[in-house]
């Protein structure tokens, strides 16, 4: 038994000083200060429990540790630049435990033998909590259906195997282009799983590329990406996203949003099918177009970051309560590759590590309560994917990150554990300092 005693627990509900206590890796009580009998209660523990460690966390806070359901941890296939352990690792480190892998690997985890495969390759290789969604195209969606219902026997693949099913409405790393209307419309129609969804749309990206290689020629600058990758395609295709789901009633997740236009088109959606979920990513709310002159192509990531007016159109709907999910969108490439010109630069930010840090100083910064932060960090991906983690709760899975939020810290990239080795954030200072992150109760390594 652990007793993490005198904590600033921090819960969507509230943010107070208490005592959580683990046993057989799970969160067996809390008890708040605020109850007339908080005192009686540790001390009445602590004597029944003689042998239990008591960890003394005044001035520090506990959050669960983070869902984070939008990685690309690169394996199979891309090893040289990401693996599943070294990835995992560099989670830990910025308050993650629980990630699922995007499916556009090599090859792509698109039938249930891929899927299979890959779970075999984390088997006792990752620091923490390893999930994986299966990638949709345009000649699998009759499978897929299938799978999420029944599995398949063949391969002994269950359907609770699968997370989601990940649907690329607008291509990126793996060309996987999912655009063929009654595809769509099948994939739309799976009720058993959350379908996610890259919105760009391809067409759009086609036509501002040819013209941005007509006028610069292959010295196309990098402050080109937001017109080339643009919000017109990001707000097209997100437009085709949610009348589907509004349609098909569909557990919609809006991947990385990045337009303070579909922050709006969401909050109408949602009126009329609840279950379409918002996400953004840590890297939307951090950077913006301004930029891109300094970072060049270590900034580059698909959809594209907009303007400082949607970065704050961000964060205010992270206060708000309209961004349901924070995902990373970790998508580790070696700097080798990003110093090519920028058709041939990849897209892509390595960011997980941040991943904590880079809410708690937004949090910080915008004067957003901390509650907030634990609602988008992990307990709605807790609720959306059905886990028995991600809360602070009896019963839950000791999933727990141990901070110091008075403290700040600045990124380097020598100390980066992504085997790619950086990070945009270079030179940030950030807030929060991350000093012991818990699964099912142990403490893992930081390093």
Known sequence: MIILDKATIVTSEKEAIGTIVVENGRISDICYSDNEDFEYRIEKIIKENPDAEVWNLEGKHII????????????????????????????????????????????????????????????????????????????????????????????????????????????????????????????????????????????????????????????????????????????????????????????????????????????????????????????????SNEDYSRLGSRVKCNPSVKTPADRQALREALANGLIDTIGSDHAPHLLSEKEGSYVKAPSGLPSIQQSLPVLLTIAHEEEIPLTRIASVFSEKAADLYGLKRGKIKRGYEADLVIFDNTKEFTVRNEDQLSKCGWTPYDGVTLRGVIEKVLIDGASVSLK
């Open 64 to 287: 669960a540790g983070g869902i984070d359901a939008h990685v690309h941890f690169r394996e199979p296939g891309l090893t040289h630049k990401a693996d599943m352990q070294t990835e995992s690792q560099a989670a830990i480190a910025g308050g993650v435990t629980t990630v699922f892998d995007m499916p556009n690997t090599s090859p792509a985890t698109i039938s249930p033998e891929r899927l299979r495969d890959k779970i075999q390759l984390a088997k006792g290789r990752t620091a923490g909590k390893i999930g994986f969604h299966i990638g949709a195209t345009n000649v699998n969606a009759s499978q897929i259906s299938s799978l999420v219902l029944n599995g398949d026997p063949a391969t002994g693949l269950k359907a609770e195997d699968i997370a989601g099913v990940k649907v690329f409405m607008g291509s990126s790393t793996g060309n996987m282009l999912v655009d063929e209307k009654e595809t769509l419309n099948e994939l739309f129609s799976i009720s058993e799983k959350p379908v996610l969804v890259h919105c760009e749309d391809e067409d759009t990206i086609k036509a501002n590329l040819a013209a941005a290689i007509e006028k610069y020629g292959d010295d196309i600058p990098f402050t080109e990406h937001e017109n080339i990758r643009s919000r017109r395609a990001c707000i097209k295709s997100s437009i085709k996203a949610l009348e589907l789901g509004i349609k098909h009633c569909t557990k919609l997740v809006l991947c990385h949003i990045s337009t303070k236009e579909e922050i709006e088109m969401v909050r109408a959606a949602k009126a009329n099918n609840p279950e379409i979920i918002a996400e953004t990513s840590c890297n939307y709310l951090w950077f």
